[in-house]
């Protein structure tokens, strides 16, 4: 059973720019969240998409957004990129009867690098 | 506001060397409290969900236990391989959007 897939892997982008990343589910699974790792902060919930709507949002300013698409794939964009986004994006996904037991499924993530 | 605090931030034991993890919280409710173990570059494992003070869940080597403001994760004769940052984290009441702590990052010399 293949995991969640997240691309790219790693990538590198300078102030101002936007970015978009993508995020495939564990087959099955219509839940997906995102979430920004950093040293300083820790891991912090971004947002949550089920059967295509966002479903939670976290504190985070509106130049983070996201979609999903009717195969659950979900994409995330940060538009005017800043110095403070470089950080591993997260990708997780789970079962809608679990989507909040905790029991989630992360991909090994997106390396932005804001230059 | 909710907060979760971890304890200790690092920790280095012999291999067999028992020891326990702390995870604090003050949330308002909780709806249920998660640990998770991550791998260096590697996104977060699920390890368990306790939901009320005094549940205790087991695998193999970690056991993690809850009470009414924390939360143990006990690792019992650990072995290399349990080498990883223990991550937590709380799902307070009336909210969907987890709240994690920093984590313990743990190495266990063989």
């Known amino acids: 059973k293949a995991g969640v897939t997240q691309t790219p892997r790693y990538l590198i982008k300078t102030r101002g720019q936007q970015v978009t990343l993508s995020c495939s589910p564990i087959s099955g699974h219509r839940s997906v969240s995102w979430y920004q790792q950093t040293p300083g902060q820790g891991l912090q919930f971004l947002f949550e998409?089920?059967?295509?709507?966002?479903?939670n949002k976290g504190n985070f300013p509106g130049r983070f957004s996201g979609r999903q698409f009717s195969n659950s794939r979900s994409e995330m964009n940060v538009s005017t990129l800043e110095l403070g986004d470089s950080a591993l994006y997260l990708c997780?996904?789970?079962?809608?009867?679990?989507?909040?037991?905790?029991?989630?499924?992360f991909g090994e993530g997106s390396r932005l690098t804001v230059l | 506001e909710d907060q979760v605090t971890q304890s200790p931030e690092a920790l280095r034991l012999q291999e067999g060397e028992s020891s326990s993890l702390n995870c604090s919280y003050t949330?308002?409710?909780?709806?249920?409290l998660f640990w998770y173990r991550q791998d260096p570059g590697k996104g977060p494992e699920f390890l368990f969900t306790?939901?009320?003070a005094g549940e205790e869940k087991e695998k193999e080597r970690l056991k993690a236990t809850l009470t009414k403001k924390e939360s143990f994760l006990h690792i019992t004769a650990p072995k290399p391989e349990d080498s990883a940052t223990y991550l937590c984290?709380?799902?307070?009441?009336?909210?969907?959007?987890?709240?994690f702590g920093r984590g313990t990052s743990l190495i266990v010399h063989p």
């Open positions: 306790l939901y009320s």
């Open positions: 984290a709380v799902l307070p009441g009336g909210s969907y959007i987890p709240t």
């Open positions: 998409y089920f059967s295509e709507t966002q479903r």
């Open positions: 997780a996904s789970s079962l809608a009867m679990k989507r909040y037991t905790g029991e989630l499924f």
């Open positions: 949330v308002s409710g909780l709806r249920g």
